[in-house]
């Protein structure tokens, strides 16, 4: 069986969650996709939700299968978001931002009274590291900012090489938010309470790819079926 289908076997299983009425985040990435397009069939049948997007990738998906949308504003507590992830480890500590939307996903998560993770298998592994570590940026000081990065880094015992993220057009990649992204190549992060406060010292920093203790529960999909970490169903 191949990666997608268990990314859709996990949305599946998270679409069990939603029940009429709920207030529903919408995560980015292929995975989220999955979920958005599942919610959409649902939708159509006559499930009747609000759902708030975190990138425009999925607004633009949603928009299209006629799911009613809101936003923050509006509707600034949700009951549920679903969301994927580029690793999880047993602690449910993630690294997200693969796809770029780390800001919007972790307002709309810290917005949400249960955070549900959907992956395939290749996403859980035992240490946070391996997958380069997203952290969005403002545009001014793009150079002191990674400097800043890479010191701070260092003494939390994290190194390696800090990417400015280069889109196909071979331009910085701009964000939602518009801002930039460094991709960081720790390679192992052991302390990620440590990094995630040390890179939230950093001025120039908009919020990086660490969202620890925000999972309520994974599930992971693979050879062995399903997998729940956290809170169960
Ligand atoms: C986007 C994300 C995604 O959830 C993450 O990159 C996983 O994506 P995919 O499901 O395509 O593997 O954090 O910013």
Redesign the pocket.
């Known amino acids: 069986m191949s990666s997608d289908t268990w990314?859709r076997q996990a949305a599946e299983k998270a679409l069990t969650l939603v029940k009429p009425g709920l207030k529903i985040g919408l995560?980015?990435?292929?995975?989220?996709a999955h979920f958005v397009d599942l919610l959409g069939q649902r939708v159509s049948a006559g499930l009747q939700v609000l759902c708030v997007s975190t990138s425009e990738r999925t607004q633009a998906q949603a928009r299209a299968l006629s799911i009613p949308l809101t936003t923050l504003d509006e509707t600034p507590h949700l009951d549920l978001t679903v969301?994927?992830?580029?690793e999880i480890d047993l602690d449910m500590r993630l690294v997200?931002?693969?796809?770029?939307?780390?800001l919007r996903?972790k307002i709309v998560a810290a917005a949400s009274e249960r955070l549900v993770v959907i992956a395939d298998e290749s996403k859980l592994v035992p240490v946070l590291g391996a997958f380069p570590l997203p952290v969005e940026v403002v545009r001014f000081g793009l150079a002191a900012t990674r400097a800043l990065i890479g010191e701070l880094a260092a003494e939390v015992g994290c190194q390696g090489h800090i990417r400015l993220r280069m889109g196909a057009d071979a331009q910085p990649v701009v964000t939602d938010g518009g801002n930039y992204i460094f991709d960081c190549a720790f390679g192992r992060i052991e302390e990620a309470e440590a990094l995630d406060a040390a890179l939230k010292a950093i001025p120039g920093v908009v919020e990086n790819g660490l969202f620890l203790g925000m999972a309520d529960t994974a599930i992971i999909a693979g050879a062995g079926g399903l997998r729940i970490l956290g809170d169960q169903f």
């Not at 995560?27 to 989220?32: I, L, M, N, Y």
């Not at 969301?83 to 580029?86: E, H, K, R």
């Open positions: 990314k995560g980015t990435g292929s995975t989220a969301d994927g992830a580029d997200k931002g693969g796809g770029g939307a780390l996903e």
